[in-house]
């Protein structure tokens, strides 16, 4: 047996239903993501009338799910140097989910970065496909050694965060996963586009069923705006995943908190410089290291 798939093993401990669980998920990636997306469609367009249809739904969510990230939260994660690892159920202030929670990059510096599933499933161009990320040695050394069929490459951690720089400049989000799966921790951070990614794909179908349910927990960011330095082109709404800012003419603009995921996007696309992320105390604590190395950690 490898070391990487030993270490993973030993990750789930006596609950080898779920290392079995991960290592077909891995070894049929595409067709798996690609049953996940037509499944939930179907549901959602046939079987959206039945409700108890919604318990499934947050079994599935609470096993699944990701946490959005702004860029600066994105980049404290990519240039770590120690290992970071708080596994408290506290964590669910962070990761609002019952099961997968924990907080855990060990050695931080090794990063690989392979195909996304989500996009081949989706039809994303072929020069956006390898955009997903494992931060950490025991999970990218995993993908190394058996996903050479999903173009597994090491990178350094400048190319990390080059390649994330390169999809933020065309509107896709970042994204953390966390996944029972994989022993209910994150590791994975992945490029998301709403027209491509089968993760916020399946958020907007299980709205159908109830308007709460969601499988991409906010950043906990919220955006601020300075009129006086606004020239109301609209880049912002342009970019915006989630159409909670719209701008009419040249001197209206409404914002939605509340709908705002925090992907900060839109801050870095305003070519005025009129907007800024700001910890939003009604939502989420954020993904930032700092804050998690600081508040949490002693909660282990």
Known sequence: MKESTKKMLKKHGWRFDRFIHNFIYFKFYYPYVKFVYYFFKYIAKYLSWFKPLNILLSMAFNRYHAKILSFGDTKKILTLNVNVSVISPANKKIIPYKYAYKIMFDEPEHIAVMDCPCKITLGDRDENIRSCLAVGKSLSSFWLEHGKKYHAKKITREEAIALITRFRKMGYITQAFFKVATGGQTGVICNCHPDTCVSLQATKFAKKFDDKLTMNAE???????????????????????????????DKSRTYDKNACIGCELCVEHCPEKALS??????????????????????NM
């Not at 700001?278 to 804050?291: E, H, M, N, Q, T």
């Open 219 to 249: 950043s906990g960011y919220a955006v601020e705006w300075n009129k006086n330095l606004c020239g109301f082109c609209g880049t912002c709404a342009g970019f915006c995943p989630v159409d909670c800012i719209q701008v009419v003419g």
């Open 277 to 298: 992320i700001y910890r939003d105390s009604g939502k989420a604590v954020p993904l930032d290291i700092d804050i998690v190395m600081k508040e949490y950690q002693q």
